[in-house]
């Protein structure tokens, strides 16, 4: 059973960091590229980074520079360092796993910004 659950979300003020998670289980992940996805409300869900399976990262210009993606191979887990957040990236955080024709999503993790 493919489950991708993330984690490490909440609530930060301004200028804040947080950690997110998103842990992998039911396909290999080794083979999948994996990305962050984020839904704001009355939004659009957008691409916020993503990391290949040839270890290739990319992101949106809002983040870049303050965001990290990263992969664990070992673990089946990536994650996602945000720092100097600001009120626009509040929203929900998504994980999303591809390979081909397959494509999961997880749950989200709810990331609120505010002082």
């Known amino acids: 059973q493919v489950q991708l659950v993330e984690s490490g979300g909440g609530l930060v003020q301004p200028g804040g960091s947080l950690r997110l998670s998103c842990a992998a289980s039911g396909f290999t992940f080794s083979a999948f590229d994996m990305s962050w996805y984020r839904q704001a409300p009355g939004k659009e869900r957008e691409l916020v980074a993503a990391?290949?399976?040839?270890?290739?990262?990319n992101y949106a210009a809002s983040v870049r520079g303050r965001f990290t993606i990263s992969r664990d191979n070992a673990k089946n887990t990536v994650y996602l360092q945000m720092n100097s957040l600001k009120p626009e990236d509040m929203g929900v955080y998504l994980c999303?796993?591809?390979?081909?024709?397959?494509?999961?999503w997880g749950q989200g993790t709810l990331v609120t910004v505010a002082s």
């Open positions: 990391a290949t399976s040839a270890g290739t990262t």
């Open positions: 999303r796993a591809r390979y081909l024709s397959r494509d999961y």
